[in-house]
């Protein structure tokens, strides 16, 4: 495996120099173990390392983040560590440890083990592989369940029968795996998912680790093949009873979405990144009911911004859809029915809908109206004699929306413009 190391990057071999030193100082074992081996293998990049050693991993990880002047974060209740340097690589640390399972779903009991142990409680054998980086044994191979074998052959199989039923989420970590790298789930391991299915194993699971999965497989570079997969092979119904299988008009509205999206992260490079996997959520989410997505939110506890902009689009898509068909549409109202919004609301809008002249309103309003500011503050309407009052939010909005209208050039056109409006309504502004 040495001359697998010697091609990394150097900052990478840099770091397994600088974490080998440390393996000799305090006379523990370590191993680059998991997705980081597997992806090394595959030749694919991946600058995130994992390391397991066998001794305290959190002494390890502070001794790592000395030599690299990186920053540390520790995971005390699993014993585990993140180093992250200045170059923000991520270096994953751990204590060799074994798991016992009390029940299916539940979380691990851990203990101290050695670099077996920690092999064989991973989830697939292709995650299973570990390299030495110890000066005594340096790229020794560890491989004791033939991951690299599969690897060649494109399969998934897992450590043994009691998998699935001991971490349920395996089964949606089987699809996302599957899908990026095109293997193939081996038909034992298949058996043995299907059967933890009929027995309702998803339905066993911390919701919270179920939104963890389901993320991770939306955030993959093609998540509609995931999706797809997913819906075959078990559907959503772990989400939510009335989501057992999307129908052909959730997938053309996907389709639309993975258009939209694109369409905004090439034309707005300098907008705020678009939360893509949220957009995809909500297509797939989109068959309930404003009740029932509110549910899910609260069961699989959904960050409250991530909550606000799911249901959101539930509940205005079909009144903006309405209100932004209307002919003859100011663009002042545009920009008001959609500024209070966010990105990912409106795409899918943009992407649902069957109406061009609201597909055009809201090309215009990211092209032209979105960001647009006034020169003009408060301190300008005091220097033309308005005392401060609510009606200072009032004339500034009005301004806004007049140069949304009829083009505002600059600081002087919206001075004219707020002292015709003051004139005009004198009476009311005292």
């Not at 991946?46 to 991993?57: K, M, P, S, Y």
């Not at 798991?99 to 009991?109: D, F, I, N």
Request: glycine share 6%; charged share 30%.
């Amino acid at each position: 495996m040495e001359r697998y190391l010697k091609q990394l990057p150097l900052e990478l071999q840099g770091i397994i120099l600088r974490a080998q030193e440390i393996s000799g100082r305090l006379d523990y074992k370590a191993y680059l173990v998991g997705g980081f081996v597997r992806d090394l293998i595959l030749g694919v990049p991946n600058f995130d390392v994992d390391i397991v050693v066998e001794g305290e991993g959190l002494k390890f990880a502070e001794e790592l983040c000395k030599v690299l002047a990186g920053k540390l974060t520790r995971h005390r209740r699993f014993g585990t560590a993140t180093v992250v340097t200045h170059d923000k690589l991520k270096i994953d640390l751990a204590s060799a440890r074994k798991e016992t399972y009390s029940y299916p779903g539940a979380l691990p009991v851990v203990s101290p083990g050695n670099i077996e142990d920690d092999l064989f409680r991973r989830d697939f054998t292709i995650n299973a592989m570990a390299i030495s980086i110890s000066y005594a044994d340096f790229g020794r191979f560890v491989d004791l369940f033939n991951g690299r074998d599969d690897l060649a052959h494109k399969r998934i199989r897992v450590l043994h029968d009691l998998s699935f039923m001991d971490d349920p989420t395996r089964i949606l970590r089987a699809i996302r795996f599957e899908q990026r790298y095109g293997l193939k789930i081996e038909p034992h391991t298949y058996r043995l998912l299907t059967r933890a299915l009929k027995c309702n194993a998803l339905e066993k699971v911390d919701k919270q680790r179920i939104r963890d999965e389901v993320i991770l497989a939306l955030k993959e570079k093609e998540p509609i093949k995931y999706i797809r997969r997913i819906n075959r092979l078990i559907g959503f119904s772990f989400i939510n009873p009335g989501l057992k299988k999307l129908k052909r008009h959730s997938f053309l509205h996907l389709k639309a979405a993975e258009k939209e999206i694109a369409w905004f992260r090439n034309k707005f490079v300098r907008k705020r990144t678009l939360d893509a996997w949220l957009i995809y959520l909500m297509v797939i989410l989109d068959k309930l009911n404003k009740r029932e997505i509110n549910l899910v939110c609260k069961r699989f506890a959904f960050r409250a911004g991530e909550a606000k902009r799911i249901i959101c689009y539930k509940s205005i898509f079909k009144d903006i859809d309405k209100q932004l068909n209307k002919k003859n549409i100011l663009p002042s109202r545009i920009y008001r029915l959609l500024e209070p919004l966010s990105y990912e609301v409106i795409i899918l809008i943009k992407a649902t809908t069957d109406k061009e002249r609201v597909k055009k309103h809201i090309a215009d309003f990211l092209n032209i109206y979105n960001g647009i500011r006034l020169y003009v503050t408060g301190e300008d309407l005091k220097n033309l004699g308005i005392e401060p009052s609510p009606y200072f939010k009032d004339i500034l909005a009005k301004t806004l929306y007049a140069k949304i209208d009829y083009g505002l050039a600059g600081k002087e056109d919206e001075l004219a413009f707020i002292r015709k409006f003051i004139k005009k309504n004198k009476r009311t502004l005292g």
